[in-house]
């Protein structure tokens, strides 16, 4: 069975970049998109964007100037990058694998633990 | 934007049927999806694809989509069903929660 497992800083400085590595094991990263999404402390879900095992990439719009999500394929591994970053960034990080008929991304199957990034200086 | 709207909270007595709405517009023309998060633990997909159960959920978890409002039901509910329920759908390759509803079995 497929297992995520987040990775990275627990605390970031306002106005740097936050950096995450989500590590697959159980499976293989090809043919399948992998996500981020994030949960402030105490709020709901927010999607930041996925990627395919190929490197195509969506993001949030809300977010997409300062998104940058990779894959590396030799690794099982994908990455997060959110640029210049404040407290409203601060929230729990998650990786998911997606879902998906055909071309057609449909949900989030399976999910890390998670991981808190705290934004302060 | 898109946006799913769901009622902050629902309440429940034990055995009875839970019934959590999701609104968006024209959702029944989406794939809409449901996730349990338990305090302290990381989502899990409850329903997908409108209806569909992924392996090990129990059967009392259903859902359905029409028009504007996807409904996930939980039948016979349970003490452990306690938990915050969140909708999602994709709209133009985005995906989109709801705010999310908290169970209250009492």
């Known amino acids: 069975q497929v297992q995520l497992q987040e990775s990275g800083p627990g605390l970031v400085k306002p106005s740097e970049t936050l950096s995450l590595t989500c590590t697959v094991s159980g499976g293989s990263i090809s043919s399948y998109y992998w996500s981020w999404i994030r949960q402030p402390p105490g709020k709901g879900l927010e999607w930041i964007g996925y990627?395919?095992?190929?490197?195509?990439?969506t993001y949030n719009p809300s977010l997409k100037s300062r998104v940058t999500i990779s894959v590396d394929t030799s690794k099982n591994q994908f990455s997060l990058k959110l640029s210049s970053v404040t407290a409203a960034d601060t929230a729990v990080y998650y990786c998911a694998r997606v879902l998906k008929t055909g071309d057609l991304a449909i949900a989030f199957d399976c999910w890390g633990q998670g991981t808190l990034v705290t934004v302060s200086s | 934007s898109y946006e799913l709207t769901q009622p902050p909270s629902v309440s429940v007595s034990p055995g009875q049927t839970a019934s959590i709405p999701c609104s968006g517009d024209k959702l029944g023309n989406k794939y809409a999806c449901w996730y349990q998060q338990r305090p302290g633990q990381s989502p899990v997909l409850v329903i997908y694809?409108?209806?569909k159960r992924p392996s090990g959920i129990p059967e009392r978890f259903s859902g359905s989509n029409s028009g504007n409002t996807a409904t996930l039901t939980i039948s016979g509910t349970q003490a452990m069903d306690e938990a915050d329920y969140y909708c999602?759908?994709?709209?133009?390759?985005?995906?989109?929660f709801g705010g999310g509803t908290k169970l209250t079995v009492l």
């Open positions: 999602q759908a994709w709209d133009s390759s985005t995906g989109v």
């Open positions: 990627i395919y095992y190929s490197g195509s990439t």
């Open positions: 694809q409108d209806s």
